[in-house]
């Protein structure tokens, strides 16, 4: 598989934004341009957010130039080979380790697909 990118959007908790942003994905979608695009729960410095996973090539056409991660702090990138990073707003990125999966909450933070029952964390 490709690289994968993992993210939130500004203002995430506001449901108008949220349909405004999945419509735009979902017509994507239809079209045939966005192939992989999933939804998850994410656990990162110490709370909860709505998350989103898709390629890595379908994040930069598609959902960066929308402007709904601008005040994000940062990206999870998911190589397809190598280790994960965070990619910073100011592009810095932070090296951090590899993808595993589990079947059980983990203590810090991870990522949960509800569609899947298994969480992802890098260590």
């Given amino acids: 598989m490709s690289s994968l990118v993992i993210f939130s959007i500004d203002k995430a908790h506001d449901l108008h934004t949220m349909a405004k942003f999945l419509r735009w994905i979902d017509t994507q979608r239809a079209l045939g341009k966005i192939t992989y695009f999933k939804l998850a729960v994410g656990f990162y410095e110490g709370k909860y957010e709505s998350s989103f996973v898709c390629l890595e090539k379908d994040f930069k056409e598609y959902v960066e130039p ?4 601008k005040e994000q702090k940062s990206f999870l990138y998911i190589p397809s080979e190598g280790e994960c990073y965070l990619k910073l707003q100011d592009g810095t990125e932070v090296m951090l380790g590899t993808v595993k999966i589990r079947m059980y ?9 509800p569609d899947d029952g298994v969480y992802w964390v890098v260590e």
């Fill in 66 to 69: 929308l402007g709904y991660v």
């Fill in 105 to 113: 909450p983990p203590r810090n933070a991870f990522t949960y697909f």
